[in-house]
């Protein structure tokens, strides 16, 4: 089974600055890793998937990279309304079809 | 409108059954694989099971298997999820979610075993 390891657990950031915040495989899962991002009381939503690709409306300011067992999530901007949970999830060896602890982004 | 609605959350005992559904429209339901996510009151995301999009292979996680069974009616472009031996850390909000990854929520549907 891979483990996906999500940090920091909480990040704490200003509008208009930029967020990073990390994940990691216990095994390499190449390009197959997922973010979604979560508000509270609503569903997730898929922002990033193959590591680096947007999904259909996510925004510039949101861009992933990494291969293999490391992998970065970076807001160059932060808005709003991008105070939330991010999780990542692996699809490439599966099941289970892991995710990440998530990473809340809180309002310094 | 492309959308999944799930229904069937509830209180139910622990040992009870409960049988969820996510009802697919404005797609072609049948081309795409399904899964099941869960997230417990105040935690994070736990993938429970996929299903391919002729139903004849699904997958679970450890934490289910041998209690939850996923399938699919393609003709009436819905997704199930029966449930038995439900026990207290069974108690989640419950997603349906479309291909992998999931490109598609539902709203979920929440789940509460306790006597």
């Known amino acids: 089974e891979i483990v996906m390891t999500q940090s920091p657990a909480t990040l704490s950031v200003s509008p208009g600055e930029r967020a990073t915040f990390s994940c990691r495989a216990s095994?390499?899962?190449?390009?197959?890793l997922a973010w979604y991002q979560q508000k509270p009381g609503q569903a997730p939503r898929l922002l990033i998937y193959?590591?680096?690709t947007r999904a259909t409306g996510t925004p510039a300011r949101f861009s992933g990279s990494g291969s293999g067992t490391e992998f970065t999530l970076t807001i160059s901007s932060l808005q709003s309304e991008d105070f939330a949970v991010y999780y990542c999830?692996?699809?490439?060896?599966?099941?289970?079809?892991?995710f990440g602890g998530g990473t809340k982004v809180e309002m310094k | 409108e492309v959308q999944l609605l799930e229904s069937g959350g509830g209180l139910v005992q622990p040992g009870g059954s409960l049988r969820l559904s996510c009802v697919a429209s404005?797609?072609?339901?049948?081309?795409?694989?399904m899964s099941w996510v869960r997230q417990a009151p105040g935690k994070g995301l736990e993938w429970i099971s996929v299903?391919?999009?002729?139903?004849?292979?699904?997958y679970y996680a450890d934490s289910v298997k041998g209690r939850f069974t996923i399938f699919r009616d393609n003709s009436k472009n819905t997704l199930y999820l029966q449930m038995n031996s439900l026990r207290a850390d069974d108690t989640a909000v419950y997603y349906c979610?479309?291909?992998?990854?999931?490109?598609?929520w539902g709203q979920g549907t929440l789940v509460t075993v306790s006597s």
């Open positions: 299903i391919s999009g002729s139903g004849d292979e699904p």
């Open positions: 979610g479309r291909y992998t990854p999931c490109d598609l």
């Open positions: 999830q692996q699809y490439n060896h599966w099941p289970p079809l892991s």
């Open positions: 095994q390499s899962v190449r390009t197959n």
């Open positions: 193959g590591a680096s």
């Open positions: 404005g797609f072609t339901f049948n081309t795409y694989a």
